[in-house]
């Protein structure tokens, strides 16, 4: 069972825009602003698409944005493109040990 | 561009060991190298880190006792070594870089899938 709990599944038509939360506690994602958003094709490295909360790294696409309101930190992918179907787990620093922990990952669809 | 090249899928009867290497084409002071695992149907369990410039390590305590984080400095190589292996050993084992004073990795092996089975 992972510390931060994210739908197991989302989906869209291309075009449209999908939504992914990450769900923790006070202790991670309600008091730190440490939240980061990865992307994982099948038999490739996960790829690093948001960092604290809502800053993109040089290389990711805007149609990629974070956010967070209280213990939930949220992933947008506007303008769905197929390419964008893949696995996407979420981040948090935690105030107790271990001092990373990770989302059960969400599997994103695309219609 | 720096990659970190992981070393290939390993099979594994209960009870023994297994050494994942991580493969780094350069290193780069402050940043660290941390392991963490994916067991199927699951998200990332982080187990450790190691300072890939001192070899100093800090493991997570659940792995306490049976992970060992080391590299070779001289072919830029790093492992990470699992003993007494049981079946909820079986994962897919990634290393991934830690961005220095921040607590994200930007960027990741491909992952190594560790089955243990007899």
């Known amino acids: 069972q992972s510390a931060l709990t994210q739908p197991a599944s989302v989906s869209g038509a291309p075009g449209q825009s999908v939504t992914i939360s990450c769900t923790g506690t006070?202790?991670?994602?309600?008091?730190?602003?440490?939240v980061s958003w990865y992307q994982r094709h099948p038999d490739k490295a996960p790829k690093l698409l948001i960092f604290e909360v809502n800053n993109r790294p040089s290389g990711t696409s805007d149609r990629f944005s974070g956010s967070k309101s209280g213990k939930t930190a949220s992933l947008t992918i506007s303008g769905l493109q197929t390419e964008d179907e893949a696995d996407y787990f979420c981040?948090?620093?935690?105030?107790?040990?271990?001092?990373?922990?990770f989302g059960g990952g969400t599997k994103v669809t695309v219609l | 561009q720096v990659q970190l090249v992981q070393s290939g899928a390993e099979v594994k009867n209960p009870g023994a060991s297994v050494k994942v290497s991580c493969k780094a084409f350069?290193?780069?002071?402050?940043?660290?190298i941390h392991w963490m695992r994916q067991a199927p149907g699951q998200g990332p369990e982080w187990m450790g880190w190691?300072?890939?410039?001192?070899?100093?390590?800090n493991y997570a305590q659940k792995f306490q006792g049976r992970v060992t984080m080391t590299r070779d400095t001289s072919i830029s190589a790093l492992y990470m070594e699992l003993s007494s292996l049981r079946s909820d050993d079986t994962a897919l084992y990634y290393c991934?870089?830690?961005?220095?004073?921040?607590?994200?990795?930007?960027?990741w092996g491909r992952g190594t899938l560790v089955t243990v089975s007899s």
């Open positions: 190691i300072n890939p410039i001192s070899g100093g390590t």
């Open positions: 981040s948090s620093f935690s105030s107790t040990s271990p001092h990373i922990v």
């Open positions: 350069e290193y780069t002071p402050g940043y660290y």
């Open positions: 006070t202790t991670d994602v309600g008091s730190y602003n440490h």
């Open positions: 991934a870089r830690k961005f220095p004073n921040y607590w994200y990795f930007d960027l």
